[in-house]
C-alpha cells in the first residue's frame, strides 16, 4: 500500500499503454501497482494535471513501450519513469492545456449525459408503443 497527497500524479506501472494516470484530487493510499509522483518545486513550475495529461500522450506511451519487462504482466520499473522524457512549457502554457483539458472533459460529460436521457427517452417510447399505451 501506497500513501499519496492531494496534487500528486499517480502512473500505473501495469501496460503503461492502458494511459492509468490520475492527478490526484485529495490524499489516499493506492495499490503498488502505481508510481506515485510527488511534484517538486521547479522553474517553471509544473502542474500536476499537465503533468498527467504529459503522461497519457503518444510520446511518452512509446517510451514507455522500449522500457518494459516481463511478457505477461509487462511493467515500468521506478528508475525507468526518472528517465522519461516529458515536454514542460511555461507556466501559462500549462495552464490554458489543463483548462483546455478540463473544458473537453466537462462537455464529454454534458454529452455522455444529454445520450443517457435521449436514450432513457427513446426507450421509454418504444416500450409504450409496444405494449399499446403510446
Given at each position: 500500500?501506497?500513501?499519496?497527497?492531494?496534487?500528486?500524479?499517480?502512473?500505473?506501472?501495469?501496460?503503461?499503454?492502458?494511459?492509468?494516470?490520475?492527478?490526484t484530487?485529495?490524499?489516499?493510499?493506492?495499490?503498488?501497482?502505481?508510481?506515485?509522483?510527488?511534484?517538486?518545486?521547479?522553474?517553471?513550475?509544473?502542474?500536476?494535471?499537465?503533468?498527467?495529461?504529459?503522461?497519457?500522450?503518444?510520446?511518452?506511451?512509446?517510451?514507455?513501450?522500449?522500457?518494459?519487462?516481463?511478457?505477461?504482466?509487462?511493467?515500468?520499473?521506478?528508475?525507468?519513469?526518472v528517465?522519461?522524457?516529458?515536454?514542460?512549457?511555461?507556466?501559462?502554457?500549462?495552464?490554458?492545456i489543463?483548462?483546455?483539458?478540463q473544458?473537453?472533459?466537462?462537455?464529454?460529460?454534458?454529452l455522455?449525459?444529454?445520450?443517457?436521457?435521449?436514450w432513457?427517452?427513446?426507450?421509454?417510447?418504444?416500450?409504450?408503443?409496444?405494449?399499446?399505451?403510446?
Amino acid at each position: 500500500m501506497l500513501f499519496f497527497n492531494k496534487g500528486n500524479v499517480l502512473y500505473g506501472r501495469l501496460r503503461t499503454y492502458l494511459n492509468k494516470v490520475w492527478s490526484t484530487d485529495r490524499d489516499g493510499v493506492c495499490s503498488t501497482e502505481f508510481h506515485v509522483l510527488r511534484i517538486k518545486p521547479s522553474d517553471p513550475p509544473i502542474h500536476s494535471d499537465y503533468l498527467a495529461a504529459a503522461l497519457r500522450s503518444s510520446l511518452v506511451v512509446a517510451q514507455t513501450k522500449h522500457m518494459m519487462t516481463g511478457n505477461t504482466h509487462p511493467r515500468l520499473a521506478n528508475d525507468d519513469v526518472v528517465d522519461l522524457l516529458v515536454p514542460i512549457p511555461d507556466e501559462e502554457t500549462q495552464t490554458e492545456i489543463v483548462v483546455e483539458i478540463q473544458r473537453r472533459r466537462e462537455e464529454a460529460r454534458r454529452l455522455r449525459q444529454e445520450a443517457e436521457e435521449e436514450w432513457e427517452a427513446a426507450k421509454s417510447g418504444f416500450e409504450a408503443e409496444f405494449l399499446g399505451e403510446g
